[in-house]
Each structure stands twice: as C-alpha cells, then as structure tokens.
C-alpha cells in the first residue's frame, strides 16, 4: 500500500494539490485588483468609465459564473491569436470562422505547434486564471463597491471640508476606512473562491479532479491500474482537503475580523469594547 | 428549413421529443437559441423541485441546528459543515461514483427488488444532491435569521397563551421567513446558476439531452466560435434570473404586508454573493 501510494502518478496528483494552491495565491491577488478597478470605475464621475464599471459589476449577478469559465479562455485565445493573424500574416485572406474551424495562419498559433510541451501547459494555466480573475474580480467589485457606499458620508465631508481634492478623499479616507465593511464580503467572496477551484478541470488542466479520476478509474487513457474502481474513495479525500481548507480560512479570517473591527464605530467593535469593559 | 420547423423539431429535444440527431453543421442563429432555450427545461426542473424540497429540509435542519439537545443539535451542524464547506463540483463526483457502486442488478429490500439504475441518472441522482446542497445553504440562512427574531414578538406570544407548535406557527416561522427572505432569494438566484454545473461532473447527458449551457458547448465546440452560443445562453439565465426576481419579490411584499411601509425590508435590488 505505501509502494502504491508512492508511484510516480500518485505524486503526480499530490502535485496538483499544489496547482489548487498556486491557483488560489496568483488569482486572489489579481482578482482584488480587478475588482478594485471596478469599483472605482462604477464609483467615477467619467461617465463612459461609470457604465463600463457598472455592467462589470452587474454581470454576475444574472449570469452563471460557469459560462464565463468557459468563456473567457476560448475568446481570450482567440482574440490573441486574431490579432497576432493580423500582424503575421497581412495577406491571410480567409475568414477566420470557415465552417466549423478557427482558421488562422500557422505563424499566429498561440503558442506555436512546435513549442514544447510545457508552454502550452503555462498558456492553458494563464488563461485559466485569467477566467478566475475577470469572474472573481467582478464579485470583488461589487463587494468593494457596497464597502465604499457604506463608508459613512460624514467622514468624505468631513475630508472635504479640510480642502481635500476628490483624489485625496478617496485615497487617504475612503481606502482605508472601507475595508472594515468590506472584509465579510471579502472573506465570503474567499470561500467562494476555494470552492470554485476544482472548476479548473473543466478548463483542461490537470488539476486535483482530473487526477482523482484517472488515478480512480481501473482503467483509464493513460494506464491500467491493477486495483478495482477507487474514484469514491479519491473523491473523498479531495472533499475532505476541501473541507480543512474552508474550516481553517474560517478561523483565520475571524480573527482578522476581530483585528479590524476592533475600535470602530460598528456592531462588532461595539460588542469588542463591551467585552473589555 | 424554416425557423418555425427548427422549433418543432428541436423545441423539446433535451428531453427526448423531436428530431433524434443534433444539427451538425451549418449553424443557424435559430438552431442556437431553440436548442439552448430546450436545454433550459433541466434548468429549471432542477432549480424548482431543489427549492421546494430544500425549503422544508432546510427549516428542519434550521431549527435542529438551534435546538439544545447535542443529540439533534450536533449532526444538522455537520450536515450543514459539509455540504457549504465542500465543492458543489466534487460533491456532484462523489455522488456519482458512489451512486455507480451501488448493485447493477438492484438491492433486495424485504422480498422486493429495488432498481438502482435510475439513481445514476441525472434527472434523480443529480438531483438529490441539488436538494441536499441547497438545503444546506438556506438552513444555514434560517438559523441566521431564527437567531434574529426579535424578542418581544417571542414574549408576546407567550403572553397571548401561544406555545409549542401554536407559538412556532403564528409568530416564529413567519417572522424567520420575514427576515430572512431576502437572502433566501439570494440562495435561489444561485441554486439556479449551480444547476448549470450538473451536465459537467460525472453524471453523463443520456442520449445528449442535456441543459442550456450543454448544448451552449456543444455549439461552441463544433464551429469554435464562444461569441454567439454563450451570450445566448447568458441571455436565457438573465431572463431566468429577472423572473426569480419578481417572484421572490411578490412573496417578500406579502411576508411584509403587515408592517408599516417604512419598516418593510426592501429586497436589495443588489443580492449579496454568498454561496
């Protein structure tokens, strides 16, 4: 039994658990700038840069979040490679949608046949992540959008009063008071965010799914495995990694909860100073 | 062919009535929408009948989940731990290979043979777990707002001489639905959304009658282009979205009949994300 779980595919799927985790570190980041950006469009005065923050922010809200998975990553990959047809090969004269392909010229493959394998993998990784940022970052800006209203506008006059440009209001005010509003949201839209991941194996990448069934299965494409049907068992271990996953960000993120609210005007830190006394 | 043909043949072909063969080649935009619009009939059979099963499983767990006893208490927190800590994605594959394991042949159950080949299908297995996931979502929602229902309708209650199930009809389970309606909604607007998950994790399209966003791949897969079958499907879930909207809102108004106008919870024309 420890022979078997110490085979070259099973160390393989226990890399993949770090796939899930390098998942998660690049694409919170990014989707909190996403958001954030969002958020400060939907809040703009330009109007043209107000609708374009408002329709980002109220596109999950009536769409499926799987669609866009699906969605973004072909259309980012055939924008690419749209734009690299043009500028390769001027005199590419088909159309691009012929009958049922995507046709553009060899030069503008992204990335290019030839590359070895590993490119392709980083490509396919990018542009999944790039799906999870662009979903995710619309859920964050409307997170962060609610934080920013919620600020109380006392405070911005308050600011203003001081002779602050707008700028400075929202960069030396609004900023810092609004996470203490927005950290439920945020640490919600985190969980959110873990569950999500085994969605990668619907983006073709070998993740922690793909694994558990290939390595599952008594005989899968790659290998025949001398054991009987053990997907359940696999799956089980994946639900029980996510289940510790959730339960440890839960306690983590209480705790910076109690951090922030901790002397502010708000029902939490009310119940902290009643606490103290 | 003309688009009203396309319509009879394929309007009902995600389940099982019409033309037998999916359209191959030579796409047209009215192929596209009748076949996703066809596949939006799993969509809402699953969203609906999770709903109404997960409402009451829900209210019972909620109440279970606040009760004293260890003994009741303890397996709804569990219940409630695992279904919202866990993946929709991986609990769909778990069902799925468990449901699998069980006998092909059926199990005896007191001299009765009892088939088991229907649970691996999509239209029950996948459906269980809909309901079973649900439940947990909004139980939780519940037990929030059963905290929060105010004391002083709890004593007045008990002044008037109600208790028991009296007491929990009239004045608990009104008041907790009041409160935590618009969240609720919230939950209904998602469970919609999940269902989209079911055709993608284990539980195979039988003879390719699958839901919107299915056929949505399917079309994309075949003439690589995602700008039209996507967006089309995105289409039907607005207008799905929208009318759960309005539903949930006309429910909300009449849990709310009784209150002065000022007081009335607004539903949020802005549902927070929780899932």
Same mark, same amino acid.
């Given at each position: ?277 | 062919? +003309? ?10 072909? +995600? ?9 191959? +080649? ?81 199990? %005896? ?25 649900? +439940? ?45 309606? %618009? ?47 996507? %967006? ?38 802005? %549902?927070?994300?929780?899932?």
């Amino acid at each position: 039994m420890l022979c078997y779980l110490t085979t070259g595919k099973q160390m393989l799927f226990y890399g993949s658990f770090g796939i899930v985790l390098v998942l998660l570190a690049v694409t919170a980041p990014v989707a909190l700038l996403f958001g954030f950006s969002g958020a400060l469009a939907a809040r703009s005065r330009i109007t043209p840069l107000r609708w374009i923050g408002r329709t980002y922010t109220a596109m999950v809200r009536g769409v499926p979040d799987i669609i866009f998975f699906l969605f973004v990553p072909i259309a980012m990959d055939e924008g690419i490679e749209y734009v690299r047809n043009r500028i390769k090969c001027p005199d590419w004269n088909q159309p691009v949608f012929a009958g049922n392909e995507f046709h553009v010229c060899a030069a503008a493959k992204m990335p290019l046949n030839s590359a070895p394998q590993i490119y392709h993998e980083i490509y396919g990784f990018s542009l999944a992540v790039i799906a999870f940022a662009v979903v995710f970052g619309a859920f964050a800006a409307n997170v962060l959008y609610g934080a920013m209203q919620a600020v109380p506008r006392a405070q911005l006059e308050t600011a203003e009063a001081y002779g602050m440009t707008q700028a400075q209001v929202t960069r030396r005010v609004l900023i810092p008071q609004m996470w203490t509003y927005a950290l439920p949201g945020l640490s919600n839209l985190w969980m959110i965010l873990i569950k999500a991941t085994p969605l990668l194996f619907l983006l073709g990448i070998e993740d922690i799914v793909y694994w558990a069934r290939e390595l599952g299965a008594t005989k899968s494409t790659v290998y025949a495995y001398p054991h009987p049907d053990w997907r359940v068992y696999y799956f089980l271990v994946l639900l029980v990694f996510y289940l510790v996953m959730t339960k440890l960000s839960e306690i983590v993120l209480t705790r910076i909860n109690r951090k922030l609210s901790f002397g502010q005007a708000t029902a939490g830190g009310e119940a902290l100073r009643k606490a103290d006394i | 062919m +003309s688009c009203l043909q396309t319509i009879a043949d394929y309007g009902l072909r +995600s389940v099982g009535v019409g033309e037998r063969l999916l359209p191959r +080649s030579d796409f047209t935009m009215c192929q596209q929408f009748t076949l996703i619009g066809s596949g939006m009939v799993w969509n809402i059979y699953f969203g609906v009948l999770a709903l109404l099963g997960g409402f009451f499983l829900a209210t019972a767990l909620a109440l279970a989940k606040n009760t004293e006893t260890r003994l009741i208490r303890k397996p709804a927190e569990w219940f409630i731990f695992v279904f919202r800590g866990s993946p929709l994605f991986i609990q769909f594959f778990l069902a799925y290979e468990a449901l699998s394991m069980l006998p092909r042949a059926g199990i %005896p159950v007191l001299g009765i043979t009892v088939d088991t080949d229907w649970m691996t299908r999509a239209w029950a297995g996948a459906l269980f777990v809909l309901f079973l996931n649900t +439940s947990a979502y909004a139980a939780e929602i519940f037990y929030g707002a059963l905290r929060s229902v105010p004391k002083g309708d709890l004593e007045a209650a008990d002044a008037y001489g109600l208790s028991g199930w009296n007491k929990f009809r009239r004045v608990t389970w009104p008041t907790m639905l009041r409160l935590a309606w %618009p969240s609720y909604t919230n939950e209904a607007i998602f469970l919609f959304h999940a269902t989209t998950l079911v055709f993608f994790s284990g539980f195979p399209a039988f003879r390719q009658e699958g839901d919107a966003l299915y056929y949505a791949k399917y079309f994309a897969d075949k003439t690589f282009n995602p700008f039209i079958p996507y %967006p089309i499907a995105a289409f039907y879930f607005i207008l799905l979205t929208l009318s759960v909207i309005t539903l949930f809102g006309f429910i909300n108004r009449r849990l709310n009949r009784h209150l002065p106008q000022e007081r009335r919870a607004k539903m949020r024309f802005r %549902p927070q994300i929780i899932r």
